[in-house]
């Protein structure tokens, strides 16, 4: 018997499921529609099987099985790009999502994670030892993809990104193999881990550095909408002498009861005393509504702006570095913000740097460490119906941005925009990056991704 809407037969997946730990799903599975639901309501593909591994043998089994029948893969870490690229349609689905086992070694100061881990999974098992790596801001955000692309969060610019904190990765090529990867062995493909995504196999487990972070004094202070203007050019300034313990975002947003506001949101993770007199400048400028930043546990931080990118509603991105937060950048912004048609929708000024910047020992392929604002307009609505009107403010917006932006994007916020974007998000990195999918991937078996082409 054939299965819905493609050629694989049910006693091919049959056989496959005998020779894995884990479970085959086909689409006559009760579990198929919510096991191939990712976060992005936007997304609604069919893969022909989804194999739910544990271990490395289900992985290559995986694989050898989808090169066999000539098959698409895609490859499930915790489901949160904005692409979609976790889920094929037609293909097969390696979804990674039960492996979640995490180890962490409070001596050496280093977590072994598998890459079905989330970054709430990840925090929850390291704070039981006061330890935390820079990560995701949702908890239900993927430790793989995101530190796979790169990875900032609230402790970036104190600890660098997240794959700055690699130590290690344990990965299973196209051809089957599984290679560790580290500054010792396969230091080439160690450089690729860190900023070049999914495209060099299918990572299963990852050793990363942790550190001492526990109570952070964090949170947000908001004022109304109004007030945009000067809290975006006071942050601005703010940023350039604030110390690399102190990550701050501001973010254009409307409350609950549907009262657009603006809010600077941060995290400092040093000594709360000193940290109390860096933000005081913060905490007494302007008049705001309210005053949330206080001493809170890490765990707390980390979950903080989770209530406002609930799975499973619809979202649509745009992202990318600015050349300058110039006053005019800023007007435009705030313009944009206002005829913005969902209440859940947001746009961010993110800063990274601070350890962020530097290069760790043996370079990355992620290649934006220049000190730059990064915006992220993040359109996020709940009805079908309601797709066109968002998209099109999004689109409009960003179109409108062009003469500010510095043409260099974060490759885990890109969407699927084309060619000329992927060479934006992997700038210079580009052409060893290629070099290097020739070597590990020349038939570009991992291409649901964004994807770099094998030289
Ligand atoms: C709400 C939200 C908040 C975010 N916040 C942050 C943030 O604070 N900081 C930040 O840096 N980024 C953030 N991101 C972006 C995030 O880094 C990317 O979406 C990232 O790709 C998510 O990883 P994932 O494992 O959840 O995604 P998935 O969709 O599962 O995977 C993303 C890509 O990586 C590949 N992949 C996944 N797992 C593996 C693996 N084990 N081996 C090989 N390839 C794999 C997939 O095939 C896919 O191409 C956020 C995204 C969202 C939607």
Redesign the pocket.
């Known amino acids: 018997m054939a299965l819905e809407g493609n050629t694989i037969e049910l006693s091919a997946a049959k056989e496959l499921d005998a020779l894995i730990k884990g479970f085959v799903i086909t689409q006559t599975d009760g579990e198929y529609n919510s096991v191939r639901k990712?976060?992005?309501g936007m997304v609604d593909r069919k893969p022909a099987i989804i194999v739910r591994c544990l271990n490395n043998n289900d992985i290559i089994q995986a694989i050898r099985f989808a090169r066999e029948h000539n098959l698409v893969i895609?490859?499930?870490?915790?489901?949160?790009?904005?692409t979609g690229?976790?889920v094929c349609n037609g293909g097969v689905m390696i979804d990674?999502s039960l492996m979640k086992a995490i180890q962490v070694n409070p001596e050496e100061q280093t977590a072994d994670v598998e890459?079905g881990a989330t970054w709430g999974d990840f925090d929850k098992a390291t704070q039981q030892y006061g330890l935390a790596t820079t990560g995701?801001?949702?908890t239900s955000?993927?430790?793989?993809?995101?530190t796979?692309?790169?990875?900032?969060?609230w402790l970036v610019r104190k600890y660098g990104l997240?794959c700055d904190n690699m130590i290690e990765a344990e990965v299973v090529t196209a051809d089957g193999r599984v290679v560790i990867a580290s500054l010792l062995e396969n230091p080439d493909l160690f450089w690729g881990l860190r900023g070049g995504?999914?495209n060099f196999?299918?990572?299963?487990s990852m050793k990363l550095r942790v550190h001492p972070v526990s109570t952070v004094l964090g949170g947000m202070i908001v004022y109304t909408r109004d007030k945009a203007g000067e809290v975006i050019r006071f942050y601005r300034e703010f940023m350039k002498t604030a110390p690399d313990e102190l990550t701050l975002y501001t973010a254009l947003l409307t409350t609950p009861e549907g009262v657009p506001i603006v809010a600077t949101i941060g995290c400092y993770c040093g000594d709360i005393d000193k940290g109390e007199s860096i933000i005081k400048p913060l905490r007494t400028f302007g008049s705001p509504i309210a005053d949330l930043i206080e001493p809170i546990p890490y765990i707390q931080m980390q979950s903080l702006l989770d209530a406002g990118?609930t799975t499973g509603n619809r979202?649509y991105w745009k992202s990318g570095f600015l050349q300058e937060l110039s006053d005019e950048a800023i007007d435009h912004i705030i313009s944009h913000m206002a005829i913005n048609p969902s209440p859940f929708s947001s746009t961010v000024i993110e800063l990274y740097g601070g350890a962020g910047s530097k290069e760790p020992e043996g370079g990355t392929a992620y290649p934006h460490r220049q000190l730059e604002f990064n915006l992220v307009i993040n359109a996020n609505w709940i009805v079908t119906q309601d797709d066109e009107k968002n998209i099109s403010w999004v689109r409009y917006f960003w179109q409108t941005m062009q003469p500010f932006l510095s043409h260099k994007v974060?490759v885990?916020?890109l969407g699927v925009e084309g060619e000329d974007r992927i060479r934006e998000a992997y700038g210079d990195s580009y052409t060893r990056l290629a070099t290097l999918k020739s070597k590990y991937d020349p038939d570009n078996v991992?291409q649901?991704?964004q994807n770099i082409l094998p030289a």
């Open positions: 990712i976060w992005n895609s490859v499930r870490g915790g489901g949160h790009n904005i690229n976790a990674l890459m995701g801001l949702i955000t993927g430790v793989a993809g995101l796979l692309g790169g990875g900032v969060g997240s995504g999914g196999g299918v990572v299963s990118f979202y974060y885990n916020a991992f649901m991704n």
